[in-house]
T-cell receptor, first 114, second 110 residues
């Protein structure tokens, strides 16, 4: 499986600020996704990161709050904008593609908003 | 109704016990099914795919019942190292993303 890295691994941020999370993959993949996992909850899909075009957002998530870029097949960013304490969560990038329909996850970014 | 539902847990079992996790999904068009394991403060990692014929990997057995829209995971001879949260995941056809259940926490006790 591909090696996935995320930066930062964790951060503590002030309310009203924004944080950009990076996801880097060591090989070209077809699909990249961004998930959120709030404390004690399961993974919720935020959006599908589309290469060279706007991301596809799930219900309840909007581009103004979670802008996503995917300039190429190995890199994507998720920005959490105008943060509030409710945004405190683990944010995970995930990828799929090739011959398997399995998805793999990056190590996650643990965000705490004060 | 949630798309993927799991036993709420937590399950606290002694070493050596057999434990079963259940999962139901609502979308009959779902094509692929998985069990993931998530350790505390870590990302989910694929444990095994689930096939209609059932599949076994050592102490782990997964089964799928499409008619009942039901997936199960059986762990035999539980080890302390099996303590984790087990997540059921389902996806549709093509490049659709996984949808996860809430997960069931397992604690294996010495």
């Amino acid at each position: 499986s591909a090696v996935i890295s995320q930066k930062p691994s964790r951060d503590i941020c002030q309310r009203g600020t924004s944080l950009t999370i990076q996801c880097q993959v060591d090989s070209q993949v077809t699909m990249m996704f961004w998930y959120r996992q709030q404390p004690g909850q399961s993974l919720t899909l935020i959006a599908t990161a589309n290469q060279g075009s706007e991301a596809t957002y799930e219900s309840g998530f909007v581009i103004d709050k979670f802008p996503i870029s995917r300039p190429n097949l190995t890199f994507s960013t998720l920005t959490v904008s105008n943060m509030s304490p409710e945004d405190s969560s683990i944010y995970l990038c995930s990828l799929a593609g090739g011959f398997s329909d399995t998805q793999y996850f990056g190590p996650g970014t643990r965000l705490t908003v004060l | 109704r949630k798309e993927v539902e799991q036993d709420p847990g937590p399950f606290n079992v002694p070493e050596g016990a057999t434990v079963a996790f259940n999962c139901t999904y609502s979308n009959s068009a779902s094509q692929s099914f998985f069990w993931y394991r998530q350790d505390c403060r870590k990302e989910p990692k694929l444990l095994m795919s689930v096939y209609s014929s059932g599949n076994e990997d050592g102490r782990f057995t997964a089964q799928l019942n499409r008619a009942s829209q039901y997936i199960s995971l059986l762990i035999r001879d539980s080890k302390l190292s099996d303590s984790a949260t087990y997540l059921c995941a389902v996806k549709g056809s093509g490049n659709t993303p996984l949808v996860f259940g809430k997960g069931t926490r397992l604690s294996v006790i010495a």
